[in-house]
């Protein structure tokens, strides 16, 4: 699951994880004139003839090469939930871990494109990463769809044994959610305190690389058994 990032498009969630493309819908039926179009359409023949006389091992593998060059997925680090209001906020939380913790990469719930329904995105987003923050606001507990989301990534950590405490309650320097109004399952796991002179050691102690490795590692194995059942 890769994704391609819009950086404050508050659509929900989510394609493939990939690289981005950017594309000027003006522009797209207007870019190529007739001599180009037919150079390109020269060029496409040339590469699907020569693909054509190829043994099949060989063609197989032309194709897996231009499937990867088309495609690549990445296994995240984080990916941050959070209530609509607090985009900016989340977007500053992501730009800290990346940037002066080396955390990446990390994506924000705002930032998946548009195009799927928002349980598929959510699922998309949670099992694409190693670690689910919870940005706990004052929005937080406002916004319905975020309880349904802190509720459907813990019961994802608890009947998937790779993700126990992949989930990461996390009160930010900005309208932090307070203590007794955060709800009692959350309350039960160590949150992360942006304010407390502790934050560096918690955030070492907890986005540990060998841990994010065994994450990634059964994500592959997955998803290579998902394909591989599709094909058959």
Same mark, same amino acid.
């Given at each position: 699951?890769?994704i ?5 498009? @508050? %659509? ?10 950017? *594309?000027?819908? =003006?522009?797209?039926?207007?870019? +190529? ?35 990867e ?42 930032e998946? @494109? %548009?195009?799927?329904?928002?349980l598929?995105?959510?699922d998309?987003? *949670?099992?694409? =990463?190693?670690?689910?923050?919870? +940005? ?10 975020c ?17 126990y405490n992949?989930?990461i ?25 942006e ?16 841990v994010?490795?065994i ?10 058994t ?7």
């Amino acid at each position: 699951m890769g994704i391609g990032k819009s950086k404050t498009d @508050p %659509c929900h969630l989510s394609v493939p994880w990939g690289k981005s493309q950017s *594309v000027d819908p =003006s522009q797209s039926h207007h870019t +190529l004139d007739s001599k180009q179009s037919e150079d390109i359409c020269q060029r496409g023949d040339a590469v699907c003839s020569s693909t054509a006389e190829m043994p099949a091992g060989e063609q197989e593998g032309v194709e897996e090469r231009l499937e990867e060059d088309t495609e690549e997925e990445v296994f995240l680090k984080f990916v941050i939930l959070h209530a609509e209001e607090d985009t900016g906020e989340a977007l500053r939380v992501q730009s800290l871990l990346e940037n002066d913790f080396g955390i990446k990469p990390g994506i924000i719930f705002a930032e998946m @494109p %548009c195009g799927r329904q928002h349980l598929q995105n959510l699922d998309d987003a *949670v099992n694409g =990463s190693a670690w689910t923050i919870l +940005l706990l606001t004052e929005n937080f507990l406002r916004d319905t769809w975020c309880k349904f989301q802190f509720y459907s990534s813990l019961m994802n950590s608890v009947n998937r044994q790779h993700k126990y405490n992949s989930v990461i309650p996390m009160r930010p320097l900005n309208k932090p959610l307070p203590r007794e109004r955060t709800p009692f399952a959350l309350r039960t796991i160590n949150a992360l305190e942006e304010e407390s002179r502790g934050f560096p050691t918690q955030v070492e102690r907890i986005f540990q690389e060998s841990v994010y490795r065994i994450q990634q590692a059964i994500w592959k194995e997955t998803r290579n058994t998902v394909q591989r059942q599709s094909v058959a």
